[in-house]
T-cell receptor, first 111, second 115 residues
Framework: TQLLEQSPQFLSIQEGENLTVYCNSSSVFSSLQWYRQEPGEGPVLLVTVVTGGEVKKLKRLTFQFGDARKDSSLHITAAQPGDTGLYLCAGPPSGTYKYIFGTGTRLKVLA | GAVVSQHPSWVICKSGTSVKIECRSLDFQATTMFWYRQFPKQSLMLMATSNEGSKATYEQGVEKDKFLINHASLTLSTLTVTSAHPEDSSFYIC???????????FGDGTRLSIL
């Protein structure tokens, strides 16, 4: 079974703090996407990482793809209440047409 | 770019009725569309994958006669929940991509409530 495990599941922090969300698998992925979803809405694509070891930055968000393409991380610097939401990693395992979603990390940033 | 529109956004209906949800790619041709179900505070669960002009591929445990999927054009896929019951109440989300290995783009979801 190809799974994407995210940790932590829940995170509640104060505005201004830093945090890291992890996305891990025992399988190799062709690419990984990170999404943020707010209640009652569909997921919104934040970034795609494709190359092992790749690092991408989106303002205060830094995304990294593991060297072996089995894991990824999302680091948020100086979190703001607007960062609150459900963060999901997802992607296609190598050699398949499947698209697997991670278990999700629910982030709440308190003002 | 890459806008996916899903309609309706919210529907309430009586048990036993059928409900159709539409998913449209507005500015690109979607060779593949996906239908997901999401329970409160959980991640997305893939129900089925549909390719334009062919039958949908359903995930294990998803009843194809219960959840009818049609992908008749490159910009439209529909999900019909037949003879809906309260346990079918959920948040249904579609997504679309134009090419293999490209990211999926999601609709805003449909909240279905069966009374």
């Amino acid at each position: 079974t190809q799974l994407l495990e995210q940790s932590p599941q829940f995170l509640s922090i104060q505005e201004g703090e830093n945090l890291t969300v992890y996305c891990n698998s025992s399988s190799v992925f062709s690419s990984l996407q990170w999404y943020r979803q707010e209640p009652g809405e569909g997921p919104v694509l934040l970034v795609t990482v494709v190359t092992g070891g790749e690092v991408k930055k989106l303002k205060r968000l830094t995304f990294q793809f593991g060297d072996a393409r089995k894991d990824s991380s999302l680091h948020i610097t100086a979190a703001q209440p607007g960062d609150t939401g459900l963060y999901l990693c997802a992607g296609p395992p190598s050699g398949t047409y499947k698209y697997i979603f991670g278990t999700g990390t629910r982030l709440k940033v308190l003002a | 770019g890459a806008v996916v529109s899903q309609h309706p956004s919210w529907v309430i209906c009586k048990s036993g009725t059928s409900v159709k949800i539409e998913c449209r790619s507005l500015d690109f041709q979607a060779t593949t569309m996906f239908w997901y179900r999401q329970f409160p505070k959980q991640s997305l669960m893939l129900m089925a994958t549909s390719n334009e002009g062919s039958k949908a591929t359903y995930e294990q445990g998803v009843e194809k006669d219960k959840f009818l999927i049609n992908h008749a054009s490159l910009t439209l896929s529909t999900l019909t929940v037949t003879s809906a019951h309260p346990e079918d109440s959920s948040f249904y989300i579609c997504s679309a991509r134009d090419r293999l290995n490209q990211p999926q783009h999601f609709g805003d979801g449909t909240r279905l409530s069966i009374l």
